[in-house]
């Protein structure tokens, strides 16, 4: 790769870094002029900035209000980029059916899992706040196999998350995916217990959880 | 086990003036929970101060835990100031349309009285509890600090965003609800209550301590000395992790910090004689899926951390007790306090 790319991706990564959304998005512009693959800058420019402030927040340096506003920044810079990429079919991202269950009103943790899931490659499919066991069925007939991130804060709506298990398996889709689930009150003794595949305790966790579980799919690549 | 030999209002007023009790104070933070033991679905419970009331006088019959706590979800405050909420029909009540969604509403942003919105309803509830058991028991009402009523005034996503991109609205929000939150615990008060400063939104599961300091411990230590000024100690409640910024919450001139997914050693060290401790049964892991042996394991452990702690200390839930828990284990939660708490 020449100087000038290099130079380009680090400006993402940083423009991100540093919460500098009108730089992310001139980086963007700029990656355009010079005619850089747009997932290259996405994929080593935007995400590796996003991973580090996932390392920033692991260290307790950075907090929600940072993650939200670098990710404003890479969401600006992705819109820009986004339009010029070519689809190829070969290299599908691992689609992640993300939801925060039925009865839960918060949405915030899930939103930042969201963030770095997308950081990281994935492909997710966001169901909101408040959803339904059958709404994840239906999510998970339509999408045929992936991953499936169920999250919640509150303990009274810990048992819905069970259910959307057992929907899985009485709609026979349950070995197409693998199921992870997070949130407060949970636990991977929970995950165990209501038959899902990983717990994750916090984003960062969540995204290494979703890396190795995408290679327990099915028939899919993990690109 | 041993028998109680004072009522919890003897054991309370004893703790505060710092004279000798049979046991520690015993404050499960049953909220929502003593809808579901009674019966009563919870859009029924926090909508009828009287039904709210009755339903906390059936929990404290049949648990005799040391504290009544008035309560049930964390936007009554924004709603009374224009946020608009949804009902669920059995689980509490969430932001459905923040008031301020950008500059120009702000206008339109009311300063609510206590008569507004569904105040009234806490306000009743702890009228009616306190003519009834008053005599036995205390009557507490929890009500939202102003960084948890901005956030419910604004989405807590956003309200993030404007720590950043737009401090003077994040203060004016903040300085609006603050002069709410004095003016209802002022009613709190006026009603026989004790006011209890929850503020679940400025946890540090979302803020780092400088954020804190910035945002949240300004209007807290105001709001706490206004308690205090009325004669009454000033008593917080952070839920999540809290460790990272317990030395600015004891810095908020609070009397008692109720602490929740924090290690209460550790809490204790820091907190020296400077602030009472409460809590922290684990309320998901423990009282709604643990056994009535896990409750009594942590009861016991908490218990001798507890009588460690140079300002007091009360045993209490980490964060409010889960609305679906099994009595049994907050049975035995009061009978883990009078085995393992006793005092004299």
């Known amino acids: 790769m020449d100087t000038t790319s290099e130079i380009l991706l680090k400006e993402l990564a940083r423009a991100v870094v540093e919460m500098d959304e009108e730089g992310a998005v001139a980086a963007a512009c700029r990656a355009i002029e010079l005619g850089m693959d747009p997932q290259i800058a996405i994929s080593e420019g935007l995400s590796a900035g996003m991973r580090k402030v996932g390392e920033l927040y692991e260290r307790g340096e950075y907090f929600v209000p940072e993650i939200l506003i670098c ?5 600006a810079a992705i819109d820009v980029l986004e339009p010029h990429i070519k689809v190829s079919p070969a290299r ?8 925060v269950i039925e009865g839960d009103i918060h949405d915030l943790g899930k939103n930042i899992v969201k963030i770095m899931l997308e950081a990281a490659g994935f492909e997710v499919e966001d169901l909101g706040r408040d959803v339904k066991a059958e709404s994840f069925v239906r999510a998970a007939r339509e999408t045929g196999s992936g991953i499936i991130g169920l999250s919640t804060l509150m303990s009274t709506t810990m048992d819905n998350m069970a259910k959307v298990v057992q929907g899985l398996r009485e709609a026979g889709l349950r070995k197409n995916f693998q199921i992870m689930i997070g949130g407060g009150p949970t636990s991977p003794a929970f995950a165990r217990e209501i038959g899902a595949d990983g717990h994750g305790a916090n984003a960062t966790e969540a995204v290494e959880l979703a890396e190795s579980l995408a290679g327990r799919l099915p028939c899919l690549k993990t690109g | 086990m041993s028998e109680d030999r004072m009522t919890p209002k003897e054991r309370f007023q004893a703790f505060l003036s710092g004279k000798p009790m049979d046991r520690f104070l015993c404050v ?8 579901r033991i009674s019966g009563v679905k919870v859009s029924e419970y926090n909508r009828d101060g009287r039904v709210m009331a009755e339903c906390h006088i059936r929990a404290y019959r049949r648990y005799g835990h040391d504290l009544i ?3 049930s979800d964390t936007a009554i405050t924004a709603e009374a100031m224009g946020s608009e909420l949804h009902y669920p029909e059995d689980d509490v009540p969430r932001l459905e349309r923040p008031a301020v969604t950008d500059a120009a509403d702000l206008s339109r942003l009311v300063r609510a009285t206590p008569a507004d919105g569904r105040l009234p309803v806490y306000l009743e509830a702890i009228r009616t509890a306190a003519s009834a058991v008053g005599d036995e028991v205390p009557v507490a009402c929890c009500f939202m600090a102003p960084f948890s009523v901005a956030a419910m005034l604004r989405g807590v996503d956003m309200l993030a965003r404007d720590l950043y991109r737009n401090k003077p609205l994040a ?12 003016d209802f615990a002022d009613a709190i008060i006026d009603a026989g209550g004790i006011p209890i400063v929850g503020d679940p939104v400025a946890t540090g599961s979302i803020l780092g301590e400088r954020q804190f300091r910035e945002f949240v ?50 809490a204790r060290d820091r907190a020296g004689d400077k602030v009472a401790l409460m809590g922290n049964v684990r309320p998901a892991q423990t009282l709604l899926r643990g056994s009535p042996e896990d409750v009594l394991a942590e009861v016991r452990s908490l218990c001798s951390i507890g009588r460690e702690c140079k300002s007091g200390f009360i045993l209490g839930s980490g964060c409010e007790v889960p609305i679906g828990t099994p009595p049994e284990n907050l049975e035995a939660m009061l009978a883990g306090v009078r085995e393992y708490g006793r005092l004299s």
């Open chain 2, 69 to 71: 706590t008035i309560f």
């Open chain 2, 171 to 182: 203060h004016h929000l903040l300085s609006l609800s603050l002069e709410v939150c004095k």
């Open chain 2, 28 to 35: 499960p933070l049953i909220l929502n929970h003593a809808a």
């Open chain 2, 217 to 266: 411990l300004p209007y807290l230590q105001e709001l706490h000395a206004h308690i205090a000024r009325r004669g009454v100690p000033p008593l917080l409640h952070i839920c999540g992790q809290t460790i990272r910024i317990l030395d600015a919450m004891i810095e908020s001139g609070a009397a008692l910090l109720s602490l929740d997914d924090i290690s209460m050693a550790e």
């Open chain 1, 71 to 75: 990710s404003d920044a890479m969401y």
């Open chain 1, 92 to 99: 599908r991202p691992v689609r992640v059916i993300l939801g």
